[in-house]
């Protein structure tokens, strides 16, 4: 029989028809459609009627766009009544985030694929959210529903700086009828005429009544196969469970025009007969399951994930190359592995970088052995009965199980040791016997539906190891067919299934992709493999959703372009060697965006690019790869020769305009001066930083700027405030989240960079700010102008790189502890001080035995200088602040940073007039400032014209 063909805006049509007035704990509770107008509290929120379907709905609108809430509160609603909230909701002008929260509870909706001016039909399981979980009912008994919104910017060609979201159709629902599918039951078959992808869709009756059930599917996605239920219709009698077949097939022909692994998906509905308002599909938590047509890889003999002429390519190598016999004696080296017994602790959950004595703030010695005692060194003393140090020390021995699983694999698939192999087979054995029994770390919390680790995330690192062990050594004699079909299903498809269960945004996503996508494969659910390499927001999707057209991460930070490009690479490298084509121009923009932005070239990822410059040959790549060789992705994935790195280049200027960042460069590779802008997006993922910067002088860091504070330590989140940036800071205010337009950036001897945000788009309300930078030799300048629509207060933070600081002339500084109420993150200040400081004057450190540095601040009158410490970097330490601070409507400041060896290179900075048709122009409407080098160069910059020699 064929499918139902069934069209979304019919379904949309259908559920806005239903009667709008259900009582609490009927099967239907509209919060909005046609007829239910609720009182939201919240701003940018109106009743308009959607263009495309004539359809009422909400719609938040900004421009340009921050965030706003929207809230509903019911009373006498309990929503243990109903099975999930349902809605329709779209987005327009760009990405944007939308959040429902219902209680303690929360579904972030905005990790749906990008696809924007498109209405998205959306189930949220009332008993499983993307957080923690929590209570559902506030303390007073009522029922809190919020809509939260946010700007969240996909940087691509085009975007535009306002959003849009509309919501529709939302209600409580309790389905009569539930639709699931278990993955593992899904079978393939094959043969001459062409492939057929078998779904055992189940159908539950929920009521005490027989129930006459539909299925229909949406046939609009699919191209190449077809899809048909054994039958559209079955009648169930009250609670009983039946299984209908929905079966994929594609001609042959048409099969082996596609990759490995490639799906075509298709969403599934149930309903009963008659009843448009029972409509429910396959979903969990908010992720609504598709089948679909899968093509299965065409060479399954293992390993599958690793190409079988490694182990010939690195042999020869090793013969040839002493840096490759180096490398694979070390991989060989697993002595210690053998002898070692296997321990698979019962105790879980435990979050690696939870290891911090509660009393020292300083990194424990774990007990992996018991698990109950750790040292601490500074306090010279145990901690016991501490549960998160039991499970962070127990999580460090299951880490080492795979990590040790993978390279007995290696082992035994370069070296040919038996010994090796049976080992990696003992610990698959231990964990594939516990593993399905193991309790989730927070059952009702998609984030934390797993079995071992604290978080998805953590499952997902942990996971690898044993997927390339298995993949290495399924072909030796250590495994008896029974022993891997055990792996199998009771690992690696228990892994698999639960991993994706989550679904997250850009470097999560990715290791989920590698992990249940690998972990798949070697189980041998193609259904499942094919969902994460080009199934929704899998490996393909995440190349273009998780990177800007520029190819930088759309995180906007170094650490999580890389956390999210190394297991691309994994999950690239295991699809070509079961026959796909990854490594095409479009993910090699992913390497060459970070290059484009470093300030010194050092990314300290030279293993992604020995893979890179193998498959791409591109020239820059060739710094990165002499720093770690040898090593072991030089072995099996690199190049036997590499030519010497030049360090006479000279280096240009590079901007990335949808990403926001850009690096002014003066000199060579080996003499290098740079300066890193971050203008468009924040310094650190989720901050407010926009328009902070960093200086380099011939690699060595001139300032700081706060970064990510690791989880295990209690020391507060600065990073996400303005204040954790080299940044003017109005009224304490963090900036609205708007981005200034870049107006100019030059090449040459003195590489310039300007940026300006006006009242209309302002980064704070009411103010105007323009900011240049540039390189004047051997110093760093830049040069702020501020404009308020009122009386002000201005605070220039700038966080020299040293703990050491002096300032010319001495100052007197007193306690000032009122500072922590003065602003956002100021409460993480510690020890401020304050003193009264003239117009001009330096602060000198030295950032490192051999380099001094000075910076000079110049503002327009005397002021105060605010001095404080503050915790940054994952292992945190103080690092000191210096906020220079003044009141008024306007604002100016200079701030020049020189560095040297021996002797610092300025002579003499000063102010010039400007003059304009012979009238002279306040500072606070332009800036003209010479710089006098000792060698005799001087240099004049003017913030509102070109800079020259």
């Given at each position: ?316 190598m090793a013969g040839l190359y002493p840096w490759a ?25 435990g979050y690696p970088s939870h290891n911090i004595c ?390 040459g001897d003195l590489p310039m960079a300007r940026y ?194």
């Amino acid at each position: 029989m064929k499918a139902h063909l069934f069209c979304l805006a019919a379904m949309f049509a259908s559920v806005c028809s239903a009667a709008p007035d259900a009582l609490p704990g009927s099967r239907v509770l509209w919060l909005e459609n046609d007829r239910v107008r609720q009182a939201w509290v919240g701003e940018d929120l109106l009743h308009v009627i959607d263009e495309e379907t004539g359809a009422p709905c909400l719609e938040w609108f900004q421009a340009p766009a921050t965030n706003g809430t929207a809230t509903l509160t019911l009373r006498d609603t309990d929503p243990a009544n109903y099975d999930a909230i349902r809605l329709q909701w779209k987005y327009i002008g760009g990405g944007a985030g939308l959040t429902v929260n219902a209680g303690r509870r929360n579904w972030y909706l905005f990790k749906d694929k990008y696809r924007p001016d498109v209405w998205h039909d959306t189930w949220l399981d009332l008993s499983l959210d993307d957080d923690m979980g929590g209570a559902i009912l506030r303390s007073n008994g009522t029922f809190e529903i919020q809509l939260q919104f946010s700007n969240f910017p996909q940087n691509r060609a085009g975007e535009q700086t306002w959003r849009r979201i509309r919501v529709r159709n939302l209600g409580l629902v309790k389905f009569p009828v539930r639709l699931a599918c278990d993955p593992g039951r899904v079978t393939y078959e094959q043969d001459h005429d062409g492939l057929r992808t078998v779904f055992p869709m189940r159908l539950t009756n929920t009521t005490e009544s027989a129930q006459t059930v539909e299925l229909l599917l949406d046939p609009a996605p699919l191209r190449d196969f077809g899809a048909a239920f054994a039958t559209n219709e079955i009648t169930l009698a009250p609670n009983a469970a039946a299984t209908v077949p929905l079966t994929f097939s594609i001609p042959a022909v048409k099969a082996a025009a596609h990759a490995p692994l490639y799906i075509e998906e298709a969403p599934v509905y149930a309903r009963v007969k008659g009843d448009p308002d029972s409509l429910t599909t396959w979903y969990r938590a908010y992720v609504q399951w598709k089948p679909g047509g899968v093509i299965p890889p065409r060479r399954t003999a293992t390993p599958i994930m690793t190409d079988p002429e490694t182990r010939t390519n690195v042999l020869l190598m090793a013969g040839l190359y002493p840096w490759a016999r180096q490398a694979l004696d070390g991989m060989l080296a697993v002595k210690d592995i053998l002898e070692r017994p296997v321990v698979v602790p019962e105790l879980r959950h435990g979050y690696p970088s939870h290891n911090i004595c509660p009393e020292h703030q300083k990194p424990v010695k774990q007990d992996l052995v018991a698990f109950r005692r750790h040292w601490c060194e500074a306090g010279k003393h145990f901690v016991e009965g501490a549960d998160h140090l039991d499970r962070a020390a127990a999580m460090v021995v299951h880490t080492r199980n795979s990590d040790d699983c993978a390279k007995l694999g290696w082992a035994w698939f370069l070296g040919g040791d038996e010994r090796c192999a049976r080992k990696a087979a003992e610990l698959l054995l231990a964990y594939a016997r516990r593993y399905p029994e193991w309790s989730y770390a927070g059952a009702g919390a998609t984030g934390y539906r797993i079995r071992v680790a604290h978080a998805v995330l953590g499952e997902c690192w942990w996971i690898h190891g044993f997927v390339q062990g298995y993949d290495l050594i399924a072909d030796s004699p250590a495994l008896t067919e029974a022993q891997k079909q055990t792996i199998r299903e009771r690992l690696f498809l228990t892994a698999a299934e639960d991993i994706q269960t989550h679904r997250i945004c850009h470097n999560q996503q990715c290791e989920i992709n590698a992990a249940a996508g690998c972990a798949a494969i070697n189980a041998g659910a193609w259904y499942l493999a094919a969902l994460r390499f080009s199934g929704t927001y899998g490996l393909l999707d995440m190349i273009e959703l998780g990177f800007s057209d520029e190819g930088f991460s759309r995180e906007n930070e170094f650490p999580y372009h890389f956390a999210a490009l190394l297991p691309i690479v994994a999950q690239g490298l295991s699809w070509e060697a079961h026959g796909g084509h990854f490594f095409d121009t479009r993910v090699k923009r992913l390497f060459d965006a970070p290059l484009a932005f470093s300030l010194d070239q050092e990314l300290g990822r030279s293993e992604l690019y020995e893979i890179a410059y193998r498959y791409y040959r591109d020239p820059a790549y060739v710094p990165q790869l002499h720093r770690e060789r040898p090593s072991r992705e030089a072995l099996l994935y690199g190049v036997p020769e590499v030519p010497q790195p030049s360090g006479s280049n000279t280096l240009r200027n590079s901007s990335l305009p949808l990403a926001g960042k850009s690096t002014l460069r003066r000199g060579t590779a080996g003499d290098l001066r740079a300066l890193q802008i971050h203008w468009g997006a924040p310094t650190y993922r989720g901050g407010k930083d926009m328009l902070n910067y960093l200086v380099s002088f011939r690699g060595t860091a001139l300032n700081r700027s706060v970064t990510r504070i690791g989880y295990g330590y209690s020391v507060h989140g600065l990073s996400y405030d303005t204040l954790a940036g080299n940044l003017v800071q109005v009224d304490g205010l963090d900036q609205t989240g708007v981005r200034p337009v870049q107006v100019l950036i030059e090449d040459g001897d003195l590489p310039m960079a300007r940026y300006e945000a006006t009242r209309a788009a302002a980064m704070y309300p009411g103010v105007s700010h323009s900011r240049t930078y540039a390189i004047a030799g051997d110093a760093f300048v830049v040069i702020d102008r501020l404009a308020a629509d009122r009386e002000r207060r201005f605070d220039l933070a700038y966080y020299p790189s040293a703990d050491a600081v002096t300032s010319t002339p001495e100052l007197v500084f007193a306690d000032y502890p009122q500072l922590a109420g003065q602003g956002s993150g100021y409460d993480a200040l510690e020890s401020p001080a304050i003193a009264t400081c003239p117009p001009s004057f330096t602060l000198d450190y030295q950032p490192n035995k051999t380099l001094k540095a000075r910076t000079h601040i110049l503002l327009d009158g005397p002021g105060q200088l605010l001095r404080a410490r503050t915790y940054t970097g994952w292992n945190p330490y103080l690092t000191p602040i210096y906020l220079a601070r003044r009141q008024g409507k306007t604002f100016t400041a200079v701030t020049v940073i020189e560095a040297g060896e021996t002797n610092l290179p300025i002579a003499a900075i000063e102010r010039l007039p400007v003059l304009v048709e012979g009238r002279a122009v306040p500072s606070s409407e332009r800036i003209a400032i010479r710089i006098r080098m000792k060698n005799g160069r001087t240099y004049d910059i003017d913030d509102g014209s070109e800079a020259r020699e």
